[in-house]
Protein backbone atom coordinates (compact mmCIF):
# COMPACT_ATOMS: atom_id res chain seq x y z
CA UNK A 1 0.00 0.00 0.00
CA UNK A 2 1.14 3.12 -0.96
CA UNK A 3 -0.23 6.96 0.22
CA UNK A 4 0.28 9.61 -2.00
CA UNK A 5 -1.09 12.79 -1.54
CA UNK A 6 -2.03 15.50 -4.66
CA UNK A 7 -1.87 18.86 -3.88
CA UNK A 8 -3.50 22.63 -5.68
CA UNK A 9 -1.24 25.56 -5.38
CA UNK A 10 -3.79 28.64 -5.56
CA UNK A 11 -3.02 32.57 -5.89
CA UNK A 12 -5.19 34.50 -3.77
CA UNK A 13 -5.85 38.07 -4.37
CA UNK A 14 -7.34 40.66 -2.35
CA UNK A 15 -8.60 43.40 -4.77
CA UNK A 16 -9.58 43.16 -8.81
CA UNK A 17 -6.83 46.16 -9.27
CA UNK A 18 -3.78 43.45 -7.91
CA UNK A 19 -4.56 41.05 -11.43
CA UNK A 20 -2.79 41.44 -13.98
CA UNK A 21 -4.09 44.16 -16.27
CA UNK A 22 -5.38 41.78 -19.44
CA UNK A 23 -7.27 39.24 -16.42
CA UNK A 24 -8.98 42.37 -15.03
CA UNK A 25 -9.98 43.31 -18.64
CA UNK A 26 -11.27 39.83 -19.30
CA UNK A 27 -12.59 40.16 -15.33
CA UNK A 28 -14.52 43.03 -16.34
CA UNK A 29 -15.82 41.41 -19.32
CA UNK A 30 -17.48 38.47 -16.72
CA UNK A 31 -18.96 41.26 -14.61
CA UNK A 32 -20.69 42.45 -17.82
CA UNK A 33 -22.18 39.21 -19.04
CA UNK A 34 -23.32 38.63 -15.40
CA UNK A 35 -26.09 40.83 -15.88
CA UNK A 36 -27.83 39.31 -18.40
CA UNK A 37 -27.90 35.33 -16.93
CA UNK A 38 -31.32 34.12 -17.44
CA UNK A 39 -31.47 32.83 -13.61
CA UNK A 40 -35.23 33.37 -12.66
CA UNK A 41 -35.16 30.33 -10.25
CA UNK A 42 -31.86 30.08 -8.19
CA UNK A 43 -31.31 34.32 -8.92
CA UNK A 44 -27.52 33.07 -8.87
CA UNK A 45 -25.85 34.87 -11.67
CA UNK A 46 -22.78 33.77 -13.20
CA UNK A 47 -20.30 35.49 -15.59
CA UNK A 48 -17.19 34.26 -17.72
CA UNK A 49 -14.97 35.57 -20.21
CA UNK A 50 -12.26 33.50 -21.91
CA UNK A 51 -9.30 35.24 -23.54
CA UNK A 52 -8.43 32.94 -26.51
CA UNK A 53 -4.43 32.84 -27.93
CA UNK A 54 -5.30 34.86 -31.12
CA UNK A 55 -7.17 37.91 -28.50
CA UNK A 56 -10.69 36.86 -28.93
CA UNK A 57 -12.95 37.26 -26.06
CA UNK A 58 -15.39 34.39 -25.61
CA UNK A 59 -18.20 35.33 -22.89
CA UNK A 60 -21.33 33.26 -21.00
CA UNK A 61 -23.83 33.52 -18.61
CA UNK A 62 -26.04 30.45 -16.93
CA UNK A 63 -28.85 30.16 -18.58
CA UNK A 64 -31.74 28.54 -16.42
CA UNK A 65 -35.08 26.21 -17.34
CA UNK A 66 -38.54 25.53 -15.76
CA UNK A 67 -37.06 22.03 -16.69
CA UNK A 68 -34.11 22.30 -14.03
CA UNK A 69 -31.52 20.18 -15.56
CA UNK A 70 -32.18 21.31 -19.41
CA UNK A 71 -30.66 24.75 -18.12
CA UNK A 72 -26.50 25.52 -18.48
CA UNK A 73 -23.84 27.34 -16.55
CA UNK A 74 -21.90 29.74 -17.72
CA UNK A 75 -18.52 28.10 -18.39
CA UNK A 76 -20.09 25.49 -20.72
CA UNK A 77 -22.26 28.07 -22.12
CA UNK A 78 -18.98 29.70 -23.12
CA UNK A 79 -16.36 27.02 -23.30
CA UNK A 80 -18.75 25.47 -25.96
CA UNK A 81 -19.10 28.57 -27.51
CA UNK A 82 -15.05 28.79 -27.95
CA UNK A 83 -15.15 25.34 -28.91
CA UNK A 84 -17.55 25.55 -32.12
CA UNK A 85 -16.17 29.17 -33.11
CA UNK A 86 -12.57 28.40 -32.67
CA UNK A 87 -11.87 24.89 -32.77
CA UNK A 88 -8.12 25.09 -33.04
CA UNK A 89 -7.57 28.35 -31.23
CA UNK A 90 -6.38 27.55 -27.69
CA UNK A 91 -7.69 28.98 -24.00
CA UNK A 92 -5.21 30.95 -21.98
CA UNK A 93 -7.17 32.42 -19.71
CA UNK A 94 -10.79 32.29 -17.87
CA UNK A 95 -12.23 34.70 -15.79
CA UNK A 96 -15.74 33.94 -13.87
CA UNK A 97 -17.90 35.75 -10.72
CA UNK A 98 -21.06 35.15 -9.65
CA UNK A 99 -24.03 37.71 -7.97
CA UNK A 100 -27.08 36.20 -6.43
CA UNK A 101 -30.06 38.40 -5.66
CA UNK A 102 -30.61 36.68 -2.51
CA UNK A 103 -27.66 37.14 -0.68
CA UNK A 104 -24.47 39.24 -1.65
CA UNK A 105 -21.33 36.84 -2.66
CA UNK A 106 -18.69 37.79 -1.07
CA UNK A 107 -16.07 34.44 -1.71
CA UNK A 108 -14.71 33.17 -4.40
CA UNK A 109 -17.00 30.95 -6.47
CA UNK A 110 -15.34 27.61 -8.18
CA UNK A 111 -16.52 25.83 -11.38
CA UNK A 112 -18.73 23.27 -10.33
CA UNK A 113 -17.39 19.62 -11.37
CA UNK A 114 -19.47 18.78 -14.22
CA UNK A 115 -18.10 22.17 -15.76
CA UNK A 116 -14.60 21.31 -14.32
CA UNK A 117 -14.86 17.84 -16.91
CA UNK A 118 -16.18 19.89 -19.66
CA UNK A 119 -13.39 22.70 -19.55
CA UNK A 120 -10.77 19.89 -18.39
CA UNK A 121 -11.51 18.24 -22.16
CA UNK A 122 -10.66 20.97 -23.79
CA UNK A 123 -7.33 21.71 -22.06
CA UNK A 124 -5.77 18.35 -22.72
CA UNK A 125 -7.14 18.41 -26.30
CA UNK A 126 -4.68 21.86 -26.49
CA UNK A 127 -1.95 20.52 -24.43
CA UNK A 128 -1.57 23.95 -22.88
CA UNK A 129 -2.61 24.77 -19.39
CA UNK A 130 -5.59 27.28 -18.95
CA UNK A 131 -5.49 29.94 -15.91
CA UNK A 132 -9.09 30.55 -14.08
CA UNK A 133 -9.68 33.52 -11.96
CA UNK A 134 -12.72 32.97 -9.88
CA UNK A 135 -14.59 35.69 -7.81
CA UNK A 136 -17.79 36.32 -6.28
CA UNK A 137 -19.03 39.85 -6.62
CA UNK A 138 -17.27 41.36 -3.87
CA UNK A 139 -14.25 40.00 -2.28
CA UNK A 140 -10.66 37.85 -2.96
CA UNK A 141 -10.01 36.40 -6.53
CA UNK A 142 -8.74 32.57 -6.32
CA UNK A 143 -6.29 31.65 -9.32
CA UNK A 144 -5.61 28.24 -9.99
CA UNK A 145 -2.63 27.64 -13.20
CA UNK A 146 -4.87 25.15 -14.67
CA UNK A 147 -7.83 22.65 -14.42
CA UNK A 148 -5.53 19.52 -13.98
CA UNK A 149 -4.83 21.36 -10.62
CA UNK A 150 -9.02 21.92 -9.75
CA UNK A 151 -9.94 18.25 -11.38
CA UNK A 152 -6.99 15.78 -10.36
CA UNK A 153 -7.60 12.44 -11.09
CA UNK A 154 -9.74 13.43 -14.30
CA UNK A 155 -11.63 11.00 -16.42
CA UNK A 156 -9.84 11.36 -19.50
CA UNK A 157 -9.65 9.42 -23.41
CA UNK A 158 -7.50 7.38 -22.00
CA UNK A 159 -9.72 5.02 -20.30
CA UNK A 160 -11.68 4.65 -23.31
N1 LIG B 1 -23.74 27.80 -12.15
C1 LIG B 1 -22.86 28.20 -13.11
O1 LIG B 1 -23.24 28.90 -14.06
N2 LIG B 1 -21.59 27.79 -13.01
C2 LIG B 1 -21.09 27.01 -12.00
O2 LIG B 1 -19.95 26.59 -12.05
C3 LIG B 1 -21.94 26.71 -10.84
C4 LIG B 1 -23.37 26.98 -11.01
C5 LIG B 1 -25.14 28.20 -12.28
C6 LIG B 1 -26.08 27.06 -12.58
C7 LIG B 1 -27.38 27.58 -12.03
O3 LIG B 1 -28.00 28.37 -13.03
C8 LIG B 1 -26.97 28.49 -10.89
O4 LIG B 1 -25.59 28.77 -11.07
C9 LIG B 1 -27.20 27.89 -9.51
O5 LIG B 1 -26.61 26.65 -9.41
New binding site residues.
Given amino acids: MKKLEITTPITIFDLVDELPNEVQMLMNEAVKIRKT?Y?P??K???G?AFLLENNEVITG????NAAYPS???????AVWQAASRFPNVKIKIIA?T?SSKENPVTKP????G??RQALSEYEIKQEEDIEIYFMGETGQIIKTDSLHDLLPLAFDKSFL
Fill in positions: AAYSFHVTNNQEGMCAERVIAVAPCGC
